[in-house]
């Protein structure tokens, strides 16, 4: 076991047992902190996002991933460990968080909004290639399902109609607003989803060589093609090989831009770009905002096409 692995063991550990302490006296049916507002919490960033847009403000939305952090290894403190516990609602995606998995587990209940059960992930191999090398790829953190269903517009549209029955169910007085505020999510979501198809439907190159593979929805909606340095996780460190293999990629298509990601060193980018003579540049995959970033989704959604069009040529 890493250090990593040990410490993630170790605190996940500490935080369930420090509630566990006061635990005994609760029912398991909390009224929430706020009587005035359904008290949610979101795992990482875009749900947080979900639960504003369509909660407004008849909900108190706390996000566990803190900006600027990366959320992937988020670590839960007792208090956190509390948050899930009392919260009205727990919006989060099975499988990329395990202290939030084991939090949800120990203490969410019905309380549980699991995205996964409303969008199936794909696995982690779509929008990318299957060219010699990708097994060994598959070896450095590219197996299973990619969790990144957020980066395709309209999966995010049914993820956030779903969200907001749950919420409807929490708060029957507001069901109607909760619906009326995702068909309005859903319509701003929709002409994202336009802009995108637009912009990138005539591009020279169609190949983005991405620092960690987490564009595979965003590639398979608009026929893209991800060559992921490392896999789903971005601490993997790719190995000689593998980095012989995208550098190989990058010359045979002509690459231009290498993209980094906003939360993850682009030191392994930057490496890749100077042998292929390419620049460097941010795709993000929204999985947290930066700190002090006063974007939101759609804002940076629109950014990454831009950004897009720019490195593929697209007229």
């Given at each position: 076991m890493t250090n990593r692995s040990t410490y993630r063991v170790l605190a996940a550990a500490t935080a369930l047992l420090t509630l566990g302490a006061g635990a005994g006296c609760s029912t398991g049916d909390s009224a929430g902190a706020d009587p005035q507002r359904v008290d949610v919490v979101a795992a990482f960033y875009p749900l947080q996002f979900l639960a504003e847009r369509i909660g407004g403000d008849a909900v108190r939305v706390t996000n566990l991933a803190k900006p600027g952090a990366e959320p992937h290894d988020l670590e839960l403190n007792p208090s956190q460990v509390g948050e899930?516990?009392?919260?009205?609602?727990?919006?989060?995606?099975?499988?990329?968080?395990?202290?939030?998995?084991d939090a949800v587990a120990q203490n969410g209940g019905d309380r549980a909004f699991d995205v996964t059960s409303v969008q199936p992930l794909l696995d982690a191999s779509a929008g990318g290639h299957n060219h010699e090398g990708e097994e060994e790829h598959a070896e450095e953190g590219n197996r299973?399902?990619?969790?990144?269903?957020?980066?395709?517009?309209?999966?995010?549209?049914?993820?956030?109609?779903?969200?907001?029955?749950?919420?409807?169910?929490?708060?029957?007085?507001?069901?109607?607003?909760?619906?009326?505020?995702?068909?309005?999510?859903?319509?701003?979501?929709?002409?994202?989803?336009?802009e995108f198809k637009?912009?990138?439907a005539t591009c020279q190159r169609r190949e983005i060589v991405t620092s960690h593979a987490a564009?595979?929805?965003?590639?398979?909606?608009?026929?893209?093609?991800?060559?992921?340095?490392?896999?789903?996780?971005p601490d993997v460190e790719p190995s000689p090989q593998r980095l012989a293999h995208v550098i190989e990629e990058a010359k045979e298509h002509q690459t231009t831009t290498i993209f980094f990601e906003t939360l993850v060193s682009p030191k392994v980018a930057e490496t890749i770009a100077g042998q292929v003579g390419a620049k460097t540049a941010v795709l993000d995959?929204?999985?947290?905002?930066?700190?002090?970033?006063?974007?939101?989704?759609?804002?940076?959604?629109?950014?990454n096409?831009?950004?897009?069009q720019t490195a593929l040529s697209c007229s």
């Open positions: 899930v516990s009392d919260a009205e609602l727990i919006v989060y995606l099975k499988g990329f968080q395990p202290a939030v998995d299973g399902k990619d969790p990144h269903v957020w980066l395709d517009p309209t999966r995010l549209a049914g993820i956030g109609d779903q969200l907001a029955q749950r919420l409807g169910k929490a708060d029957p007085e507001h069901a109607a607003d909760y619906t009326a505020r995702a068909a309005a999510l859903r319509a701003d979501l929709t002409t994202l989803d336009g637009h912009g990138l564009f595979g929805y965003l590639a398979d909606r608009y026929q893209l093609d991800q060559v992921g340095i490392t896999g789903l996780s995959p929204i999985e947290g905002l930066a700190a002090g970033s006063d974007g939101d989704y759609l804002s940076v959604m629109r950014t096409l831009r950004t897009l």
